[in-house]
T-cell receptor, first 113, second 112 residues
Framework: EAQVTQNPRYLITVTGKKLTVTCSQN?????MSWYRQDPGLGLRQIYY???????DKGDVPEGYKVSRKEKRNFPLILESPSPNQTSLYFC????????????FGNGTRLTVT | GQQVMQIPQYQHVQEGEDFTTYCNSS?????IQWYKQRPGGHPVFLIQ?????EVKKQKRLTFQFGEAKKNSSLHITATQTTDVGTYFC????????????FGSGTQLTVLP
């Protein structure tokens, strides 16, 4: 089944403790992206990747890192999480052109205390 | 930067009433996509509009793209409880590597 898999679904952590949210897709998509969703703000792009070893900042990249060593994986790294990074995070991928639809993972709800 | 404004933020309707959400961009879009997110779920692609003045229908849902390709709307006729969720538009801009900028979404509640 074609899908984007994120883990974990829920995560509670403390300020400053490094964490990684994994994202994997099995559709051989070149483009992958991370979004955060906050009430009233919609989906804001954190980072995106056009292909392996090619990543770029989105609208809200501060406090986040990503890597794209393999086509299928696109982990999101929070080196020193802070409470303002408490949010719902989605990974997405798409194939083909920029007009192809995005396929989203199930989301990761992160709480930073 | 590129922004897509979406209104309203919330909408409560009685089952059977119609619903419309609107998206507007200050600059011309190359395309616009619509997504639906059910409560507790993830956004799921509904449709894409590309041509100026384009109108597409999916059963009770009607999607429109403005003549100037700066605005779009989603209209649901005779809402049902299964329509509950948040509807997002996402605008694409020519020459933008990110391809899509999402609106803030409209959360639809349908009262039985």
């Amino acid at each position: 089944e074609a899908q984007v898999t994120q883990n974990p679904r829920y995560l509670i952590t403390v300020t400053g403790k490094k964490l990684t949210v994994t994202c994997s897709q099995n559709m051989n998509h070149e483009y992958m992206s991370w979004y955060r969703q906050d009430p009233g703000l919609g989906l804001r792009q954190i980072y995106y990747s056009m292909n392996v070893e090619v990543t770029d900042k989105g609208d809200v990249p501060e406090g986040y890192k990503v890597s794209r060593k393999e086509k299928r994986n696109f982990p999101l790294i929070l080196e020193s999480p802070s409470p303002n990074q408490t949010s719902l995070y989605f990974c997405a991928s798409r194939g083909g052109t920029g007009r192809s639809p995005l396929h989203f993972g199930n989301g990761t709800r992160l709480t930073v205390t | 930067g590129q922004q897509v404004m979406q209104i309203p933020q919330y909408q409560h309707v009685q089952e059977g009433e119609d619903f419309t959400t609107y998206c507007n961009s200050s600059t011309t879009l190359s395309n616009i996509q619509w997504y639906k997110q059910r409560p507790g779920g993830h956004p799921v692609f509904l449709i894409q509009l590309v041509k100026s003045g384009e109108v597409k229908k999916q059963k009770r849902l009607t999607f429109q793209f403005g003549e100037a390709k700066k605005n779009s709307s989603l209209h649901i006729t005779a809402t049902q409880t299964t329509d509950v969720g948040t509807y997002f538009c996402a605008g694409g801009y020519s020459g933008s590597a990110r391809q899509l900028t999402f609106g803030s979404g409209t959360q639809l509640t349908v009262l039985p």
